[in-house]
């Protein structure tokens, strides 16, 4: 199963801070794989293009301090135990920004056990879009710093679950997203109820315009993976048996899944 369907799975079940707009606040979860579960996905899988692992460079990766770390790791192999930090803080945020979403990798090692774990610190983060390129960048940090951890740990003090990219974590999901919708309806029903409106609005119609650009990626990318008529069909039944009205939709013609 992907990586993001596990945490999205933990993000499902872990109590909320708060919920506000069609996002599950929440604090304090941690995440651990191994390098046996592992399963590499590629930006291109999340709708990124080929620009995504430059900018993370640019905002994570800072070569002096990874040059540093690597230093440490040379002097002390002959240690039982290591324990180094790296900062994951390069370019200058903007100053609208809280800050750097990913803060620090932590290496551990045991000469003796020839064990070694990865942590990696999270100020915030969106769990699936946003943490699913981070997911895409792991690997190059870990070859850049010759790196083979048996354990990878993510650990966020403040994370986010968003209904706006619902069409993203479905195209992960076993099943698709009317699996994806009946797991949520089943284990977070305020969630599913005030997180479903982007995604349901989404799925009425291929030919819409949203307000936001990240809403309007998310649209595209679920007409071009997902059967998104399946997806408002199921919402349809859930929403009337809510009885909630359909989402508004900002049509550029009025062809929907109603009229097919």
């Known amino acids: 199963m992907s990586l993001i369907v596990d945490i999205a799975k933990i993000a499902i079940a872990h109590p909320a801070l708060l919920y506000t707009g069609p996002r599950k606040m929440l604090q304090d979860i941690?995440?651990?794989?191994?390098?046996?579960?592992?399963?590499?996905?590629?930006?291109?899988?999340?709708?990124?293009?080929?620009n995504k692992q430059k900018q993370l460079?640019?905002?994570?990766?800072?070569?002096?301090?990874?040059?540093?770390?690597?230093?440490?790791?040379?002097?002390?192999?002959?240690?039982?135990?290591?324990?180094?930090?790296?900062?994951?803080?390069?370019?200058?945020?903007d100053s609208r920004s809280m800050g750097w979403c990913m803060n620090s990798l932590v290496v551990t090692r045991m000469r003796r056990e020839r064990f070694e774990s990865v942590e990696?610190?999270?100020?915030?983060?969106?769990?699936?879009?946003?943490?699913?390129?981070?997911?895409?960048?792991?690997?190059?940090?870990?070859?850049?710093?010759?790196?083979?951890p048996k354990i990878i740990r993510f650990r966020f003090s403040n994370a986010y679950f968003s209904g706006v990219y619902f069409a993203y974590l479905s195209s992960f999901w076993p099943g698709g997203?009317?699996?994806?919708?009946?797991?949520?309806?089943?284990?977070?029903r305020t969630l599913f109820r005030h997180g479903t409106g982007h995604f349901f609005r989404?799925?009425?119609?291929?030919?819409?315009?949203?307000?936001?650009?990240?809403?309007?990626?998310?649209?595209?990318?679920?007409?071009?993976?997902?059967?998104?008529?399946e997806a408002y069909q199921y919402l349809k039944m859930r929403y009337k048996e809510m009885g909630r009205p359909m989402p508004n939709r900002t049509m550029k013609n009025e062809e929907s899944n109603d009229e097919e």
């Open 30 to 50: 941690t995440f651990e794989v191994s390098k046996d579960d592992w399963k590499r996905i590629e930006y291109s899988d999340l709708g990124y293009g080929s």
């Open 202 to 229: 989404s799925t009425s119609a291929r030919n819409q315009e949203f307000k936001y650009s990240p809403e309007n990626l998310a649209h595209r990318f679920g007409w071009k993976h997902l059967p998104m008529k």
């Open 120 to 148: 990696i610190q999270y100020r915030s983060s969106e769990l699936t879009l946003k943490f699913g390129g981070d997911l895409c960048f792991v690997p190059l940090m870990f070859k850049q710093l010759g790196l083979d």
């Open 57 to 93: 460079i640019r905002t994570y990766w800072n070569e002096d301090e990874a040059q540093r770390v690597r230093e440490v790791l040379d002097r002390r192999t002959g240690q039982s135990f290591t324990s180094v930090a790296m900062s994951l803080r390069n370019q200058a945020k």
């Open 177 to 188: 997203p009317v699996k994806f919708l009946e797991y949520l309806w089943k284990n977070d």
